[in-house]
């Protein structure tokens, strides 16, 4: 990029998981000037209606020589525009979206937020979306969405959004040196779920298919990782720990990030049956450190994945899932694990960081 660094504020009102992450990586990697404004990462709907007022509150004397307000899809950017209204250029980036967030049985969407994440995308200069998946899906459901509306429904939202809308993959905090795949343990190969303890992501499906291969006599661990937020979320995966016994080795959120990069290493295979997923951070960990991934042929999956692995790595159906799974673990593939976590490489954040800095500069 030619040019001076920018002074960049970014606001980030839930600070964890993918969003701590992407952040961290952004502030750390960018040769621009970027500052974290965070909260802490709970009560989420809170955040995403109240922190403007936090926010409104404190930029007073936080906006001197700063070129750039940068915002994730959690503040509601049209109402602080209103209250501050000294801000600078701003760009959104759009993690996930409450219009395309699959409901719970019995659930209903949340109108007003989504109302609040439609004007926050319409206030921004820039709209970021992690993935063309998350964009497309964003600007299709939008027409329906408006066609709830008793009358005097908007127009030209879609292609004023669209306008302005980019797509940058998030960065990803990968192991400096490769991952020494030969001497990964093998036997049994051991199968990795490094996923959100949520409905979203489906456990239910990739333990049918782990029961069905454990009654054929098919030799595997698994590591049960990731964060779970407690409560009735976590009833399947306890369920696991009953129905595969002393196959589930690992239970539970890692301590730590070397403890988690440390299962993911030992791992041959990383699975997914989710049913909402914008771009796959945590797909992308495994795969860099040699997990053979196999994923749902549909969300932001086979945008992810490299074409030539979409035939054996990308599922259709349950029985798919099943065979594709059972070929896994019976035929390890080292040299293709090694030969995909390579072409992760592309996800880095020093491979990626460029095009971010450029855009932030280009706002």
């Not at 403890?259 to 997923?277: C, K, T």
Request: charged letters at 20%; proline letters at 7%.
């Amino acid at each position: 990029m030619d040019g001076k660094p920018y002074r960049v504020l970014f606001l980030e009102p839930h600070f964890s998981g993918s969003h701590r992450s992407f952040a961290q990586g952004l502030a750390a990697h960018s040769c621009h000037d970027i500052r974290l404004f965070t909260l802490p990462g709970v009560h989420w709907k809170w955040r995403m209606r109240g922190s403007l007022l936090h926010y409104a509150a404190a930029l007073s004397g936080e906006l001197d020589g700063i070129d750039l307000l940068m915002v994730s899809n959690m503040v509601d950017l049209a109402r602080l525009k209103g209250l501050v209204t000294s801000l600078p250029r701003t760009l959104v980036y759009m993690h996930e979206s409450q219009l395309t967030y699959p409901l719970p049985k019995g659930g209903t969407i949340d109108v007003d937020l989504v109302i609040q994440e439609v004007t926050t995308a319409l206030a921004a200069d820039r709209v970021v979306f992690n993935s063309c998946h998350h964009r497309d899906l964003f600007l299709r459901n939008l027409a329906p969405f408006f066609s709830r509306f008793p009358d005097h429904r908007p127009e030209g939202i879609e292609a004023a959004i669209r306008e302005k809308a980019r797509v940058l993959y998030p960065g990803v905090t990968l192991p400096s040196t490769p991952v020494p795949f030969a001497s990964k343990p093998m036997e049994p190969p051991l199968v990795i779920w490094n996923h959100r303890w949520s409905y979203d992501k489906n456990f239910p499906a990739t333990l049918h298919a782990l029961r069905t291969l454990k009654e054929r006599g098919v030799a595997f661990n698994l590591a049960l990782l990731g964060e779970s937020a407690g409560g009735q979320a976590e009833a399947p995966f306890h369920e696991a720990c009953k129905v595969l016994g002393e196959r589930v080795v690992h239970f539970g959120y890692c301590p730590n990030g070397d403890a988690y990069r440390q299962w993911l290493s030992r791992g041959a295979i990383v699975v997914s049956s989710a049913i909402q997923e914008n771009f796959g951070i945590s797909m992308v960990e495994a795969m860099a450190h040699g997990c053979l991934p196999l994923l749902p042929n549909r969300l932001a999956y086979p945008e992810i994945l490299p074409e030539a692995f979409h035939g054996d790595h990308l599922y259709t159906s349950r029985h798919d899932f099943i065979a594709k799974l059972e070929a896994l673990l019976t035929t390890p593939d080292p040299a293709s694990a090694a030969d995909l976590a390579q072409q992760m490489r592309i996800y880095d954040w020093k491979q990626c960081i460029a095009l971010y800095d450029e855009t932030l500069a280009s706002v």
